[in-house]
Structures are given as C-alpha cells and as structure tokens.
C-alpha cells in the first residue's frame, strides 16, 4: 500500500486506544510518515562571482547549487534556492555556512545572511567578518530560527559592506530543518 501523508487529527483518529486491534502496521507507517519534520539541505557545486551593485546591499548566491538526496518536503530548482513544499506556515532552523573572497584590494567587511521570499526576516542579524584583502578568503556560518510559508523561497545572500564590487561565495552549505508549527 501506498504511505499516505495525514494531519494531526486523522492521526489521531487512525490510531484509537486500539482495543479491539484495528491499528495495523500500515497504519504505524503512516503515523511515523506524517509526524517526521520537514528538512532539506543543498550545497554549492559551481560558484560564480556575485556582483555588489551598492555597497550594504544584499544579493542573493550566484552559483549552481545541488539538493541532497535526503530532502523532505523540500525542493530546489538548483539555482541556490530551497521551497519548503506542505502546509501549513512552520517555523525551521535555518543553517548556512560559507566560504567568502573578495578580489579586492584592501581590507573588506563581507556579510551573510538567509532570504525568505527576497529579503531577510525583520528579525535576523546577518553575520559579519572583515578578511584581509585580494584573494583573502573567511568562512561564515549562522544559524537562524525562521518562520516560513509554504512554498516560500529560502535561498543565502551576500554583501560588501565596504564598497561594491564582486564577492565570490567559494562553498555554501543552506539547509533548513525542523518544520515546527
């Protein structure tokens, strides 16, 4: 038989006190199906320069990205962006690391920082780091308590807070997990 997704209350519903033995294994499968959280995660496979326009502004990863196989109720259309896929509005962590250059000469502050639907949540901070100069490299990592919408775009952003130019975003690893209601 085919598993069959089920909210709450038909779970409950399926499984009664179970006096009489109704409750089958199919039934069991179901349950566990139906309770398990929400979670995907996907990595950078090519990366490409992302152009800052104005400095402090975000801009979202440039690169191909690829959606490991273990994803639950989550897509990606391999351009750096997560959907999360069922109802109803959850709430997820939200983890990103990264490892920023930038090609210009002179010190540069870079930041991160997670977008839902093209912009950042009211409530997150992005993570800052100064790296040296040309070819200098840092690696970022944050992790955020987010609530998103079905079929929202979760996707990574970066900036230069010090002056427009081009970032590159080496290794990205964005993945949300939980799906707490």
Request: net charge negative; no cysteine; glycine share 10%.
């Amino acid at each position: 038989m085919t598993d069959i997704e089920r909210s709450l209350a038909e779970i409950v519903a399926l499984l009664p006190d179970n006096t009489v033995g109704e409750t089958g294994p199919q039934d069991g499968r179901e349950a566990v199906l139906s309770l398990a959280p929400a979670a995907g995660a996907l990595d950078i496979v090519v990366s490409a320069p992302t152009t800052i326009a104005i400095a402090g502004t975000f801009v979202a990863v440039v690169g191909t990205t690829l959606l490991r196989a273990d994803a639950r109720q989550v897509a990606s259309s391999g351009d750096g962006q997560l959907s999360y896929q069922a109802p109803p509005r959850r709430r997820f962590l939200v983890a990103l690391t990264a490892v920023l250059s930038s090609s210009a000469v002179g010190a540069r502050e870079l930041g991160l920082v997670p977008w839902v639907d093209g912009s950042a949540p009211t409530n997150v901070q992005p993570i800052r780091v100064t790296v040296a100069g040309s070819g200098a490299r840092a690696t970022l990592s944050g992790l955020w308590l987010l609530s998103i919408d079905s079929g929202a775009i979760v996707r990574a952003a970066v900036t230069d807070y010090t002056a427009s130019g081009t970032v590159t975003v080496e290794s990205l690893h964005l993945a949300i997990n939980g799906g707490i209601i």
